[in-house]
């Protein structure tokens, strides 16, 4: 289902060879054209397939509310004024662009729009790339065109949710930064946004939910794995298609005795779970394989093959693997046979 954009608009962001942080900012929104639809629909579904976002809310100041959140809500409440509103943010994100020592530069989108039954507002910091082109005279020339796949600096903003649930730490999503958060801080600065929600503990959770279901439940070997299998294809489902996993869907979904579910045990063991968190691949991976890097060494396999093709010795310290993978015992010999 494609988006519905409300309102857009893009702002410039420069940093001078001095280090001053300068920007260039429209004074209208940008006109409804299905290159601006595209642009959205395409950052939309890139931003949906990234993994590993973190969760929060706007954190009021020793004043209030600060001034990103203070703006939007005057936005909101007005429905009108998009461009005042963005024009506030780009001055909100040059002021903490000078308070880093980054060259950061690039272009400000903010774009509300609706998918679904939600209504959002998508702000992302998208770099310049510059690229070959050749014309219709076969002539080659430079251009810049939008990294969008290399997109890092970018939030969501659930504004359902905000509005209906104000006290929640959830509605506002992130991409975490590949090198940690240091380097966008200053982009959740901007906006006043302070993490909360965990949802990498809530899925940890949820795994370990599972496991004490199945021992609860005193399913065999062959059962535990099926009924992993299934929370798994279910999990990956929601991931895939951009949606969160409903606890009470997934318990109907691999459980036959609705009496005696998951989501009825979640409740009686009192596990701090919410009704529905955002997946993560990472860590429900653990559901089907086991892996583990450690002093140079790398081990990672199915589940199913533990205690038969592999053999764990926790006394001793040892893993025996019985059938060396192929690629593996490939490089193992010509190494051995080489070495003499």
């Not at 969008?148 to 903003?157: G, H, P, V």
């Not at 439940?217 to 969160?244: H, L, M, N, P, T």
């Not at 409903?246 to 045990?265: N, R, T």
Request: charged share 25%; hydrophobic share 35%.
């Amino acid at each position: 289902m494609s988006v519905s954009i409300r309102h857009s608009i893009l702002h410039q962001i420069n940093t001078t060879s001095e280090g001053d942080v300068t920007f260039s900012a429209r004074d209208q929104v940008l006109a409804p054209s299905q290159d601006v639809e595209n642009l959205v629909s395409e950052l939309h579904r890139i931003y949906n397939s990234k993994q590993g976002k973190g969760y929060g809310f706007f954190a009021d100041d020793e004043q209030g509310e600060q001034e990103f959140s203070r703006s939007l809500t005057t936005y909101l409440d007005q429905d009108n004024d998009f461009v005042a509103f963005s024009q506030t943010a780009i001055r909100q994100l040059q002021t903490e662009l000078m308070k880093y020592n980054f060259a950061e530069q690039g272009y400000l989108l903010l774009a509300n729009y609706t998918h679904i039954a939600s209504n959002y507002l998508f702000v992302a910091l998208i770099s310049p790339k510059d690229s070959l082109a050749v014309d219709d005279t076969l002539e080659v020339s430079s251009n810049q065109h939008l990294e969008l796949n290399n997109l890092q600096l970018a939030a969501r903003i659930d504004l359902t949710m905000w509005q209906a649930e104000p006290d929640s730490q959830r509605y506002i999503s992130f991409i975490r930064g590949r090198a940690g958060r240091k380097v966008s801080d200053f982009f959740l600065d901007f906006m006043g946004c302070k993490e909360g929600f965990n949802a990498k503990e809530q899925n940890k959770s949820l795994m370990n939910a599972v496991e004490d279901y199945c021992s609860a439940a005193e399913f065999d070997r062959s059962e535990k794995e099926d009924y992993r299998e299934k929370v798994f294809d279910y999990c990956k489902g929601q991931i895939d298609s951009g949606e969160e996993i409903a606890i009470k869907d997934l318990s109907s979904k691999v459980s036959s005795d609705s009496e005696q579910g998951l989501y009825q045990f979640v409740a009686q063991q009192g596990y701090e779970l919410e009704d529905e968190i955002p997946g993560d691949s990472s860590t429900l991976r653990q559901l089907k394989k086991f892996s583990g890097t450690g002093g140079g060494v790398t081990v990672g396999f199915e589940q199913k093959h533990l205690g038969e093709r592999v053999i764990v010795d926790l006394v001793n310290d040892k893993l025996t693997i019985v059938g060396i993978p192929p690629n593996l015992l490939d490089q193992l010999k010509r190494r051995l046979s080489s070495d003499g």
